[in-house]
């Protein structure tokens, strides 16, 4: 790696907050500059490298960006970056799958839980001066429901690791990128989406977003689902179609269905997914507990520094 000019340091603009430990470790190795600076707008002229979380970085970004040698995912999908763009630059892209899978797992398991037990709808029912009554009083545990995954890597497995040992779900996954000798112990395998489908009452999303996922799961796959099923989506947003997920909550068919990501994010307000009884969402926090933003920021400095070869 070519050093800066003269006694200079390498300049890495982080384009929004990570944590300060990530920060200061990067700071006594390079010249940093923030997001809460003015100059990390005219990172294209000066960056040798940047940190994004959910800022895109086009191809036209990286065309401008002449001195950028790499790019630092804060997070596992590179879906906001041109990778192909950056890659015909010869500008690296480092990411850090897997180093938040814990904080990640814990939201998707919050949400089963939230929504087993319909805990949204009893709160606005108190919030309006009447309880729910009869049939929608009672909920689900959820060892009743059977559980499926698509998407066995960091996060899919840190889910049924939690589902199995902690409530004793039954859990099935599928995910045809694994060789059958390196499939987890415990978890069942589907040979196919629709098999998964037909069998899960609480299905788990956990891929990424690219050609083979999105709209992976549309109104026909959707229909598929047991009667009363739940979803939770903590993968990608443009991984489910938003309006056959409204569409099939409104039908009663889904039990209930809850989001941490969108096809647009933030999501407009009035988004009709967002206006229907059995939703529950979050904007985009999966990874965002004290212990995951900390080893994520510093996984992401510590990869940035080893490209360019500061360490």
Not at 76 to 87: F, L, S
Not at 187 to 205: N, P, V, W
Not at 212 to 224: K, P, V
């Amino acid at each position: 790696m070519t050093k800066p000019d003269g006694a200079g340091r390498f300049t890495v603009h982080v384009l929004e907050p990570i944590h300060e430990e990530a920060i200061e470790c990067l700071r006594a190795k390079v010249q940093v500059v923030t997001w809460e600076e003015k100059d990390v707008e005219h990172w294209h002229d000066r960056a040798d490298a940047i940190i994004v979380r959910s800022h895109p970085v086009s191809a036209a970004d990286i065309a401008k960006a002449s001195k950028l040698k790499v790019i630092g995912k804060h997070g596992a999908g590179t879906d906001t970056i041109d990778v192909e763009a950056a890659r015909r630059k010869g500008v690296e892209v480092v990411s850090t799958p897997g180093v938040n899978a814990a904080s990640v797992a814990d939201l998707a398991l919050a949400m089963a839980l939230s929504l087993s037990r319909n805990l949204m709808g009893h709160t606005l029912a108190l919030q309006r001066g009447t309880p729910l009554t009869g049939p929608q009083r009672v909920g689900w545990e959820v060892s009743e429901l059977p559980a499926g995954i698509i998407g066995l890597g960091a996060i899919g497995r840190a889910v049924a690791k939690r589902l199995e040992g902690g409530f004793g779900v039954s859990v099935t996954a599928y995910d045809p990128g694994i060789p059958e000798d390196a499939w987890p112990e415990g978890i069942g395998r589907a040979s196919s989406l629709d098999e998964l489908l037909a069998s899960s009452r609480l299905l788990f999303l956990h891929v990424g977003l690219n050609d083979a996922t999105r709209g992976m799961i549309g109104s026909e796959e959707l229909a598929a689902l047991p009667e009363g099923a739940f979803l939770i989506n903590c993968a990608r947003g443009g991984v489910v179609s938003e309006s056959a997920l409204a569409e099939a909550l409104a039908s009663g068919h889904l039990g209930g269905a809850a989001s941490d990501v969108f096809e647009q994010e933030p999501p407009s307000p009035d988004l009709p997914l967002l206006q229907q009884s059995g939703f529950i969402a979050t904007p985009h926090i999966g990874g965002s507990t004290r212990e995951g933003l900390r080893r994520t920021g510093l996984e992401v400095a510590s990869k940035v520094m080893a490209v360019l070869d500061v360490e």
